[in-house]
């Protein structure tokens, strides 16, 4: 049981390059977020999926496409990269009832220059 | 709408030495609060939680937290601070039986241990 992975862990990109971070998990949870975490900010929203085949804006959405590919698999595309988007990114799914609790992957730091 | 505010950006305090970190909160309906511990280079992990049950709630690693209506805080304490403690800590909020889009994260206190 690996919980939350994300792929990679580590990305430079230069402006207006494009990338896809990859997110899985393996608990069988409906819902799937991606967030940015910036010094002094905390962790902002940026979209979520409540289950496969649905998604939503969440906080700061703009520059961002996101694809629930399937149950597991909760992928952020970055189309033109800009470096407003360097940022430490996570990605987490959820227990909507009962224990509430969220599950974090190992983050993904990328540079944009 | 909902908010929270964490009190301090740095907290350093000595080995053996209680831990004290303050979140306060504002919601128009009676909260769920969290906080998660974020160790360098790894992802946010949940220390405890309020659910509308006991308003004393215990944690992983000796850590507790005391929801106080009247004072609208869910302070993080631990008696005596072990240098594995070093971290930097949420605090978050959502509505109760609600969405994870709903929750809001503090900006964060980074707790450092002096030997």
């Known amino acids: 049981n690996a919980g939350v992975t994300q792929t990679p862990k580590f990305q430079v990109l230069k402006t207006g390059q494009s990338m896809t971070l990859q997110c899985a998990q393996d608990m069988n949870h409906n819902s799937m977020y991606w967030y940015r975490q910036d010094p002094g900010m905390g962790l902002r929203l940026i979209y979520y999926?409540?289950?496969?085949?649905?998604?939503d804006k969440g906080e700061v959405p703009n520059g961002y496409n996101v694809s629930r590919l399937n149950k597991r698999e909760f992928s952020l595309r970055l189309e033109s990269a800009a470096p407003s988007q360097t940022s430490v990114y996570f990605c987490?799914?959820?227990?909507?009832?009962?224990?509430?609790?969220?599950?974090f992957g190992p983050g993904t730091r990328l540079t944009v220059t | 709408a909902q908010s929270v505010t964490q009190l301090g950006s740095h907290v350093s305090v000595s080995e053996g030495a209680l831990v004290l970190l303050r979140c306060n909160y504002s919601?128009?309906?009676?909260?769920?609060l969290f906080w998660y511990v974020q160790y360098p280079n790894q992802g946010l992990q949940l220390l405890l939680k309020?659910?509308?049950?006991?308003?004393l709630v215990k944690g992983i690693n000796g850590f507790e937290a005391e929801f106080k209506k009247s004072e609208t805080s869910f302070h993080l304490t631990k008696p005596s601070a072990h240098m594995s403690d070093a971290a930097e800590y949420f605090c978050a909020v959502s509505p109760p039986y609600s969405s994870a889009s709903k929750i809001i994260f503090g900006s964060g206190t980074r707790l450092s241990i002096r030997p």
């Open positions: 309020y659910t509308s049950a006991a308003t």
């Open positions: 999926s409540a289950s496969e085949g649905t998604t």
């Open positions: 919601s128009s309906v009676p909260p769920y």
């Open positions: 987490a799914s959820y227990i909507e009832r009962g224990t509430y609790e969220q599950y």
